[in-house]
């Protein structure tokens, strides 16, 4: 309870604090110390939950269980090491004039201010509040995308903003269709949004409201999922923003959508017993994943790719959840994981491997290894990681999904395995020309803050050889929420 | 008394699709805004309405929290930044009315199809009014997107906001206060930013216009 407080409370006050000094000198230190205390009072929240069981507090307004006390672990653990990660790196955007005091001032407190509506959105138990949340988180990355003003990120910006705020819209709607359907159910009123309510009740919920119901929450979040067709502002975004953004961006916002997604489901599955919106995951998720593998191999920008290849890996967990059942349910978590670690500690290679050849462009890139050895590793290891090779967690969350799909849904199988080859030819070939050949880069002035990078690539292989018990019998547990 | 209050309900319903459908076929960017706020003020009435037909007391606070933010505020900000950037009397020309109206019509008949089947099932007294909400929510979506400047843009993404409310007080008599005030304040705030923006963008292209932000393609 005090832990749950915390979490929601250190964020909120980092960003009216940083709102005050976030143009200091120390701004990037006590950015990164409001977020490491962040992530101790959610490792205490997560000890809680993991002893005492599921926790629901304040008028029934917020509720913890296993499914996302982890997302909030997660949560708080990449923002705190993008955190780190972000202290040397806006330092140097400083020095090469594209952060004024005002814009560090903006970053900091936005940035925290993200976290703590990422916070909001994940714990809330009313799934209007969840709405909120989502729409506030999009409001300060918006503002987080537009950060350097420049011609190219102001279009992303709008672009975010319009195509974010017509997926929001449809979600909207989605959530008013299912209140209709709980007010009908369980009567009107404030209980009628909580998701625990929806959940005792969702066999009695109408199945032809939810089922429109669903269509609308689910193009609405997937819109911010990054979900093809409606995934167009997210590789500009990305490929715009500061490095660290584009990293809790791949990382936490898009896990966070899809795990309003997930809520939506559960209710779904309960009210329509046959199993239409798993389907409409799968249908989803298999296009994301072979239409982005096909995009991914003709980008030029290497943060467009990697945006890409955040499409491709979102939607094969799109493809995991709405194939259902424990063992998917189980990989689709554990991708969850690995993606998020492994694709931010790839932003943030990249982020110092853009600030050295001073370009985006990967034909620009080139000798990573001779510059400085740390971050050519970085890029490579993580590369190969995203790839889905032997002993990384990618491979072992990606396996269990293709044995699943070989089970439940052959003909799919095929797709996958296609796409999964072509982003494995394109990124890994261009991955190495970035990271061997010759170059004249300089190092850079301000250290660069590569720990981050090697202990989330360290966590993504401990994930591939070795899941601790408690960690499996969380997914277990989590997975089984979703299954209903 | 009653049956002619409830009678209203629907004319406002009618009147606010009139008012979607003039927006999509207006020019000038100022009317524009002022339908715009004709359709907050019509939105507030139905709201009041609904509230002491049901004696849903809490749509009164509703209908209070749209007053304030979506006829006063928002209308007063866009008028500001309108003037600031010296487009007030701007014309959009690039926009051919009779095609945009005839898809008007055909989506109007979508939406009435769609709600259908939602509104037998609703319990509220104004369930008749859902298909209009729906029709209302498809045109501002679709002003939205064949606008070219970003004033329309943005009366087209609040006009969508607005729909939803509609629908929200058509099909459940209002959602909960605590949600109703958070999306407020979202709006509110997006609007807030997207008016920086709008300067930002007119600084960057020395236009208004969204088709300047094409440059980042999909390739």
């Avoid at chain 1, 976030?22 to 009072?41: C, D, I, K, M, Q």
């Avoid at chain 1, 999922?225 to 500061?242: F, I």
Wanted: with cysteine; glycine share 8%.
């Amino acid at each position: 309870m005090e832990a749950f407080a915390l979490v929601l409370a250190i964020p909120l006050f980092g960003a009216l604090l940083l709102a005050l000094w976030g143009h200091r000198n120390f701004a990037p230190e006590l950015n990164a110390a409001v977020s490491f205390s962040t992530f101790l009072a959610s490792a205490w929240l997560t000890e809680g939950i993991i002893s005492d069981g599921p926790l629901l507090i304040w008028n029934d307004l917020f509720f913890i269980d296993p499914l996302n006390v982890f997302l909030v672990a997660l949560t708080a653990f990449v923002g705190f090491t993008t955190s780190l990660f972000s202290r040397p790196y806006m330092r140097i955007e400083r020095d090469h004039g594209k952060m004024t005091p005002n814009r560090m001032r903006l970053y900091h407190s936005m940035y925290q201010l993200f976290n703590c509506m990422m916070l909001v959105a994940l714990t809330s138990n009313n799934v209007g509040v969840l709405w909120v949340a989502m729409e506030a988180a999009t409001l300060t990355t918006v503002l987080l995308v537009s950060v350097y003003r420049t011609a190219a990120s102001l279009e992303a910006a709008w672009k975010y903003f319009i195509l974010c705020g017509v997926g929001i819209a449809q979600a909207l709607l989605g959530t008013i269709l299912l209140y209709l359907a709980a007010e009908r159910a369980i009567g009107g009123g404030d209980g009628a949004l909580l998701w625990t309510h929806l959940a005792t009740a969702k066999a009695q919920l109408d199945p032809d409201i939810l089922s429109i119901a669903f269509v609308f929450l689910l193009l609405g979040y997937g819109t911010k999922v990054g979900l093809v067709p409606v995934h167009n502002w997210l590789p500009d975004a990305h490929a715009e923003g500061p490095t660290p953004i584009s990293a809790v961006l791949s990382g936490l916002l898009l896990n966070v959508a899809l795990y309003a997604v997930l809520r939506c489901k559960v209710l779904a599955d309960g009210a329509l017993q046959n199993g239409l919106p798993g389907k409409m995951m799968i249908a989803f998720g298999l296009l994301s994943v072979v239409a982005s593998a096909f995009f991914l191999s003709r980008q030029k920008d290497v943060k467009r790719m990697f945006a890409y290849s955040s499409i491709e890996h979102m939607g094969l967990m799109t493809f995991a959840f709405g194939l259902g059942g424990p063992i998917a349910n189980f990989a689709g978590l554990l991708h969850m994981t690995v993606h998020s670690l492994i694709k931010s500690a790839i932003f943030f290679a990249v982020g110092h491997a853009t600030q050295q050849a001073k370009t985006q462009l990967m034909e620009g890139i080139r000798g990573l290894i001779k510059v400085s050895p740390t971050v050519g590793w970085g890029l490579m290891l993580g590369a190969l990681a995203i790839l889905g090779m032997p002993p990384f967690g990618v491979f072992a969350s990606e396996f269990l999904i293709l044995t699943t799909a070989m089970r439940d849904l052959p003909w799919a199988t095929p797709f996958l395995l296609l796409a999964l080859g072509v982003a494995f030819a394109a990124i890994f070939a261009r991955v190495q020309s970035m990271v061997f050949g010759e170059t004249e880069a300089k190092p850079l002035k301000h250290p660069p803050a590569l720990l981050p990078v090697f202990v989330h690539l360290g966590l993504g292989l401990m994930l591939g050889l070795y899941i601790p018990p408690y960690l499996v019998n969380w997914y277990q547990e989590a997975a089984r929420m979703i299954g209903g | 008394m009653h049956l002619l209050l409830s009678q209203s309900i629907n004319l406002f319903a009618a009147m606010l699709l009139i008012v979607v459908f003039a927006m999509i076929s207006q020019r000038r960017i100022l009317r524009v805004i002022h339908l715009f706020t004709v359709q907050g003020a019509t939105l507030v009435a139905s709201t009041i309405v609904v509230g002491y037909l049901t004696g849903q007391h809490h749509l009164y606070y509703s209908a209070a929290v749209t007053l304030i933010v979506k006829v006063i505020l928002i209308p007063v900000l866009l008028h500001r930044v309108i003037d600031r950037l010296n487009v007030r009397w701007d014309v959009e020309t690039l926009i051919n009315i009779p095609t945009t109206m005839l898809i008007g019509i055909v989506l109007v008949v979508f939406a009435f199809n769609l709600a259908l089947p939602i509104a037998k099932l609703s319990l509220s007294i104004a369930r008749g009014t859902l298909g209009i909400a729906l029709a209302c929510f498809l045109l501002s979506f679709m002003m939205m997107i064949s606008r070219a400047k970003a004033v329309p843009q943005v009366i087209g993404f609040l006009s969508m906001e607005n729909s939803l409310f509609f629908a929200a007080a058509a099909a459940t008599n209002g959602m909960p206060m605590i949600v109703e005030l958070g999306i407020a304040f979202d709006v509110l705030a997006g609007i807030l930013i997207l008016g920086v923006f709008m300067f930002q963008i007119r600084e960057q292209f020395d236009s208004l216009d969204i088709r300047h932000l094409e440059k980042l393609k999909e390739d």
